[in-house]
């Protein structure tokens, strides 16, 4: 399978992020790249699709402040990673500021996403990794993987979190000018990606992932948000393969009577039970099958990772699910 990998993802390098009111290491970190590059072999870097695919996703003033919001936070004096500290809950529309700390919540969600002098390049450089893959599928590859690092399932049209800032899923889907499916198995809601199938015709969702009303992205990835376009499997912490496997079949089959023309993973490996923030129990004997069973709808198939931060299972557990397909 042809892999694509760009260095510049390693430019994005958060020095911490905050929750349960307190700073902690970035679970969200370069040497996640380095685990899984040693185990997946040569890796091919993407040419530059440049700017209109991701303006075919994201609000143009949304991407602006991207770019510039490290500079903004420089030149108010600020140390260190950018942070938002207040958020629009209520009525949020597009505003025009002139202090960087509104932008940064305006556009965000949480604690635990900050910005860094080069989280724009490393971003973009992900998304440009992600369109490689898809090319090469589009061309002449059943099946490609995109390393794309920082994640991009929980970023929206318009705001960044959970370690995302570019939807790498949608601007594929996007670009792919057909109809396609995107699997989202990462063990957290892909809330980004579902907002931004709910606009957009020819893209159906599916997502099976943590119950939200214990596990981030709490507001999203409920049951109750599935729709035309939209299946939400919620599952409790502790689900094995046994109570996996069956969740994954219904999601195949809903996708395979969608009929799309493509379909997209966003395959995170947070689901292992090894992982520090997460409470799945998938072993890595696992996800050769799961990638079995996606592989088993025919469909040409563009992998792109998201989470997973056991960093010493990481690199076995990505080989393993790419050797399924
Ligand atoms: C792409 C992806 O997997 N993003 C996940 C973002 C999750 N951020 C959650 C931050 C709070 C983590 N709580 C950990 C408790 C550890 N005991
Ligand atoms: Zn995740």
Not at 52 to 63: G, S
Not at 145 to 173: E, K, M, Q, T, V
Not at 189 to 209: C, E
Not at 216 to 243: K, Q
Request: hydrophobic content about 40%; glycine content about 8%.
């Amino acid at each position: 399978m042809r892999c694509f990998w760009d260095d510049r993802q390693r430019l994005h390098a958060p020095s911490g992020e905050f929750f349960n009111g307190a700073m902690h290491p970035a679970a969200e970190h370069p040497g996640r790249v380095d685990a899984i590059l040693a185990a997946i072999g040569r890796t091919e870097e993407p040419v530059d699709f440049g700017l209109h695919p991701l303006l075919q996703v994201h609000r143009a003033e949304y991407l602006d402040f991207l770019r510039e919001a490290y500079a903004h936070w420089h030149a108010a004096g600020r140390l260190g990673d950018a942070f938002p500290y207040t958020f629009p809950i209520a009525g949020r529309r597009p505003l025009k500021f002139s202090r960087i700390d509104a932008d940064l919540g305006q556009y965000s969600f949480d604690t635990s996403t900050p910005i860094g002098p080069a989280t724009w390049e490393a971003a973009y450089w992900s998304a440009q990794t992600a369109l490689a893959a898809l090319q090469a599928v589009k061309s002449d590859e059943r099946t490609g993987f995109a390393l794309c690092r920082p994640p991009g399932h929980h970023a929206g049209a318009d705001y960044f979190g959970g370690y995302s800032y570019l939807s790498n899923a949608a601007i594929c889907a996007v670009s792919a000018g057909k109809r396609v499916a995107i699997l989202d198995v990462d063990y957290h809601h892909g809330n980004g990606t579902q907002d931004i199938v709910m606009d957009h015709d020819a893209m159906v969702f599916a997502s099976i992932h943590a119950d939200p009303t214990t596990d981030y992205p709490f507001y999203w990835g409920h049951a109750d948000e599935s729709r035309g376009s939209i299946l939400n499997l919620p599952f409790p912490r502790g689900t094995e393969w046994s109570g996996y496997e069956p969740a994954l079949v219904r999601a195949l089959d809903w996708i395979e009577k969608a009929e799309p023309e493509m379909l997209i993973v966003s395959y995170g490996a947070d689901t292992h039970e090894d992982d520090p923030i997460s409470h799945f129990k998938l072993k890595t004997s696992d996800y050769a099958p799961m990638a079995r069973r996606i592989a088993a709808l025919g469909l040409p198939t563009v992998v792109l990772m998201e989470g997973g931060y056991a960093v010493d299972a990481l690199g076995t557990n990505v080989a393993e699910f790419l050797s399924g397909f």
